[in-house]
């Protein structure tokens, strides 16, 4: 089997925990609309959840992991496993309590942070009172997650993509249970869903530990603190996240903006963005997030063993993948997106209103979608060979684009402005990444991306074309039974997919097969 394959293999078996944990996400934002819809309690609860959320990707799942997998790839490429698990277990606890000062720090100047990162709320009281409370009862949050980020990347580099891509479900299982047993008994339901945000974070960190233990892991600390921090491992992560953070900073300070301006706009903005955000996750989330959390400890491997050309034809291959997923599910998205926000959230509190507020900012989404996964692939490129600083630059020249055009685009456009901002200022940083790496490295194979690219495009065209007669005929045919709505858009993303998955196999292309084999238990055995 090519390394390729496996590739694409275990990204399969990632893909089926990622869908899994997609499918309860849904059902927990489906309740969270049922419960706040668009509202106050809605915008204060997602701008709470929000700021947490920041620091977890810039220290937890975002720079450090970065720094720490190609690091910790170095230690188990050697036969010391004792040297292995003493840096392991030194890295832990000086995460812990790195983590635990921001948590602090985070509780005492929540009001500063709320305030940064959506001013707008500061002149309605209620609404800014209760977002406050929210993010400092949340904020512990961080801990766990940052932790479980790292267990995370250990269990990666070992080989095991399953188990930590299963844990967001226990994060959506809980808080889709404080929302049925809890909310229903409070006066103010986004009380039960803080309460499950904290209770998640916590059970994704006690999940997978058992798992790392088994490999060899000791959470005991064996060390003092000097010490830890004199270790050559522990010093690299830092020099090598100190320019990671920097970058992820800048991608904090993107959403940091579009959460501000949305603050601004009418009520319900920052509620629309979400909702319309995590459809466009769900076509992400499948698939291309799983490859691109696979594909960090094979590009480590290859560039640590100095093997461009292998590293090249891997980010290429990935490429390859995420444009065959991406693009169809793009136009798909574009084409069905009233149905498909409609049948995900059009209940409780939220209306038709929210429907087409939420569609308008899904169609600028979608148009970036092939461009949020590309450099989802692009960036562990130079992670790989502990290049975090140029990543961090092109970041920083995103920003500069994104600023430049967020505020012109959401005074004409309102939030939809702000979405389009987003893919815009993604196809730049893919486009400067792809010219980056190629002008080091070459893009030596990048030709064999044509005809399947032609393949695709055509099998995507073919799609389209019928994606909305499709729709109106399945409208027809459920209607007055139960669900109709949602049997009618279930049996129209059926067709389409299978309409497009067909077409590509009849042009000959071999990522139909690669899929399959990866998804198929059937087709894996063979």
Known sequence: MTDQHRLVRSAGVMSFMTLLSRIFGYLRDNLLAQALGASRSADAFIIAFRIPNLFRRLVGEGAFTAAFIPTLSEYARGDDKRAL????????????????VITA????????????????????????????????????YLLFIGLAA???????????????????????????????????????????????VLLGGLLQLGFQMPFVMRLGMAFRPRFRLSEGLRDPGVRQIGRLMIPGLFGMGIVQFTILVDSLFASLLPEGSVSALYYSGRVNELALGGFVISLSTVILPSLSRYASQGRIDDLRAMLIYGLRVVGFITIPAALGLIILRERIISVLFERGRFGP?????????????????????????LAPAFFSQKDTRTPAIIAAWTLGLHVCIVWPLSRVMAHAG?????????????????????????????????????????????????????????????????????????????????????????????????????????????
Request: glycine fraction near 8%; aromatic fraction near 12%.
């Open 418 to 526: 702000i979405a389009l901002a987003d893919s815009l200022s993604a196809t730049f940083n893919m486009i400067a990444l792809l010219a980056v790496f190629g002008r080091r490295h070459g893009l030596q194979g990048a030709e064999k991306l044509n005809v399947p690219a032609i393949r695709l495009v055509t099998a995507s065209i073919v799609m389209a074309v019928l994606a909305l007669p499709v729709a109106r005929w399945s409208e027809r045919l459920f209607a007055g039974m139960p669900l109709a709505s949602a049997l009618a858009l279930g049996a129209t993303i059926t067709f389409c997919t299978a309409t497009y998955f067909l077409v590509c196999h009849a042009l000959g292309s071999t990522e139909t097969r690669e899929i399959a084999g990866a998804i198929l238990p059937w087709r894996r055995a063979r």
């Open 85 to 100: 698990w003493r840096f392991v277990g030194m890295t832990f606890w000086i995460m812990a309590l790195i983590l635990m």
């Open 353 to 377: 209103g929210d429907t087409q507020l939420a569609s308008q900012a899904l169609l600028y989404y979608a148009v970036g979608l092939f461009s949020f996964a590309a450099v989802k692939i």
């Open 105 to 140: 720090a985070g509780v005492i100047f929540s009001p500063l942070m709320v305030r940064v990162l959506a001013y707008g709320f500061a002149g309605i009281e209620d609404k800014w009172d209760l977002t406050v409370a929210l993010n400092r009862m949340m904020f512990p």
């Open 150 to 196: 790292l267990v995370q990347g250990v269990l990666n580099v070992h080989g095991s993509f399953g188990v930590p891509a299963f844990t967001p479900v226990l994060l959506n299982l809980s808080i889709i249970g404080a929302a049925l047993f809890l909310a229903p008994s409070m006066e103010e339901p986004a009380w039960a869903f803080a309460w499950g």
